[in-house]
């Protein structure tokens, strides 16, 4: 970040005031408002942060209009189609592509780290089995700073490097054992011989009565689902990381608050939604009806998978699902998938409608993804809990990224108060 002889000058009440103007590397001009209250004694107003920065970073960064994902300035479909997950999580993680020996040496500290404490299997039977795995993800993940005290020391850089590895290693095994209890399996354990794609199908899918094969092709799809959805800036679960950190609150609980964000059907929840709503539609000739509804001001219906407060264009990532989704179908011979062709056509009518057109919503990440998980095998409510097994190694990055700097301080947003001024407390009797 450069700060450019640039500046913006700011009229108010008579005053004039200077307000710094920086440069990033990429993306539109940043004004340094930090001083405005102290100098002008007023606030900004921006609710959603549709406007503010609210931090500086080198991990991530969006072009929403031209529809580009660059991590550490890599774009995403050369990641997805070239490299792998653990490869994509040590570029986020530590800012350089690594080594042949760098990842060989990264990779074998997330496989040795891949099993949970014994007692969490004890945590795991208090919850109900009827519990979304959501929930017990949010709880268990929590719960980590409970079992693993020599890594919650965030002023320590080696206890914040152990529990990114921790964090990284175990969401698999977490999230398995989370659907496992759902289905009233068997916990499985790691098998460290596979890679972490492989080892997530297999901790899900195999039981220990029967071999269980784990298909390349449908670990490489598993592995490019784990890549798209790795990092994406100051999304909103991103942001609750930082803000729960910014008070020095152990890497577990941080991680958990993101996980509870990103559960809400704006945010990841949308894929569970977007498939739920894919099998509402159920044939081609009621997208038409659906349509319709979307646009309708006094329908709180809306078309998930849908629209994204940065891209006004096609979602990178979901161009690359999307041609993903074609290929696993094909392998599991089920290339007719009904889903896949209402999912299709929607698109295509969506993308040629006046107000999708107008108002730049374009298919977004969770679209093609529910199509892919349902056909591996994987139940609705287990799309969210991939999508933050996926997520957490840039919750993690971001989340390093800002305890190193020394500019961090705890976050504490302003408001615009509209409630009542001061007024005498009325006794209940005369109320
Ligand atoms: N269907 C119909 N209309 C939509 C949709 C949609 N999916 N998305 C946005 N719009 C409309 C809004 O009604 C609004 O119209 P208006 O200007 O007439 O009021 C306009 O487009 C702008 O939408 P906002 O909600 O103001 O945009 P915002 O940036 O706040 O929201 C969001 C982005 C939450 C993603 C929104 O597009 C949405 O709800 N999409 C569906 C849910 C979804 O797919 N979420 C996943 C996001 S990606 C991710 O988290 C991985």
Not at 307 to 328: F, I, M
Request: charged share 20%.
């Amino acid at each position: 970040m450069t700060e450019t002889q640039k500046s913006a000058t700011l009229s108010l009440n008579g005053e004039t005031y200077e307000l710094p103007i920086f440069s990033p590397t990429a993306g539109p001009d940043v004004l340094d408002i930090r001083k405005l209250y102290a100098q002008a004694g007023v606030f900004t107003y921006d609710p959603g942060f549709t406007s503010t920065a609210s931090c500086d970073s080198t991990i991530t960064y969006i072009d929403g209009g031209k529809g580009e994902l660059l991590h550490r300035g890599y774009p995403i479909d050369q990641l997805a189609s070239k490299s792998h997950y653990l490869e994509v999580c040590y570029l986020l993680l530590y800012g350089e592509l690594p080594t042949a020996a760098q990842l060989e040496d990264f990779e074998t500290r997330v496989t040795r780290h891949t099993m949970v404490h014994e007692q969490m299997h004890n945590f795991f039977r208090g919850f109900r089995r009827d519990a979304h795995p959501m929930a017990t993800l949010v709880g268990v993940v929590g719960a980590m700073s409970a079992f693993y005290h020599d890594s919650l020391d965030v002023t320590d850089p080696w206890q914040r490097e152990v529990a990114a590895v921790r964090l990284i290693a175990k969401l698999p095994t977490i999230a398995a054992m989370a659907y496992k209890y759902s289905i009233g399996q068997p916990f499985v354990y790691p098998k460290n011989d596979l890679d972490y794609s492989a080892n997530f199908l297999h901790m899900c899918f195999s039981v220990p009565s029967e071999e269980y094969h784990v298909n390349p092709i449908l670990s490489r799809a598993m592995d490019r689902i784990f890549i798209l959805h790795a990092d994406h800036e100051q999304n909103a679960s991103t942001s609750t990381v930082r803000l729960a950190s910014s008070s020095g609150a152990n890497p577990f609980a941080c991680i958990a608050a993101g996980i509870a964000c990103l559960w809400g059907p704006a945010h990841g929840g949308a894929n569970q939604a977007c498939l739920e709503m894919l099998k509402e539609i159920g044939s081609v000739d009621r997208i038409p009806e659906f349509i319709e509804r979307a646009k309708d001001k006094n329908d709180p219906f809306r078309l998930m998978g849908f629209g994204h407060r940065v891209y006004k264009n096609t979602d990178p990532r979901a161009k690359v699902l999307k041609q993903s989704a074609d290929e696993v179908l094909e392998l599991l011979g089920v290339e007719d998938n009904p889903l896949l062709q209402v999912a299709k056509e929607l698109e295509q009518t969506a993308l040629n409608d006046p107000y999708f057109i107008e108002k730049k919503l374009f298919p977004n990440v969770d679209f093609y993804s529910g199509i892919i998980l349902e056909a591996m095998g994987f139940p609705t409510s287990m799309f969210t809990p991939i999508f933050a097994l996926s997520r957490t190694v840039g919750w993690i990055s971001q989340w390093k990224e800002m305890i190193a700097d020394p500019q961090n301080k705890i976050g504490r947003p302003r408001q615009l108060y509209l409630g009542e001024t001061m007024r005498d407390y009325t006794d209940i009797e005369k109320r």
